[in-house]
């Protein structure tokens, strides 16, 4: 079994910054593209970024210039660095990992619970 934990949501000040984390614990064999996304009230699961595990990434045209995403391979775990912050940023934001679990032969989508993120004065 697998397990997705995400970390670093909470309340910010516009232009202010946070720092998601992601730790993908349990069985796992290889992971390969990890990512953020993110759900605004009354709106639809969007991609933020995502990356590799060679390292290539790919962001929302949205949160280019202002976020950062990177991945530590040998502890299984995602990061999102956020910086410049705009209330329009406000949403829970879930990671995800496509990975292959140990004695399996194909690979599965795995979500984390969310961690909500406010931009507010």
């Known amino acids: 079994q697998v397990h997705l934990v995400e970390s670093g949501g909470g309340l910010v000040q516009p232009g202010g910054s946070l720092r998601l984390s992601c730790a993908a614990s349990?069985?796992?064999?290889?992971?390969?593209?990890m990512g953020w996304y993110r759900q605004a009230p009354g709106k639809q699961r969007e991609l933020v970024a995502h990356?590799?595990?060679?390292?290539?990434?790919n962001y929302a045209d949205s949160v280019k210039g202002r976020f950062t995403i990177s991945r530590d391979n040998a502890k299984n775990t995602v990061y999102l660095q956020m910086n410049s912050l705009k209330p329009e940023d406000t949403a829970v934001y879930y990671c995800n990992a496509d990975l292959v679990e140990y004695g399996s032969s194909r690979n599965y989508d795995y979500w984390g619970q969310g961690t909500p993120v406010t931009v507010s004065s």
């Open positions: 990356i590799t595990s060679g390292g290539s990434t």
């Open positions: 349990g069985s796992i064999f290889s992971i390969n593209t």
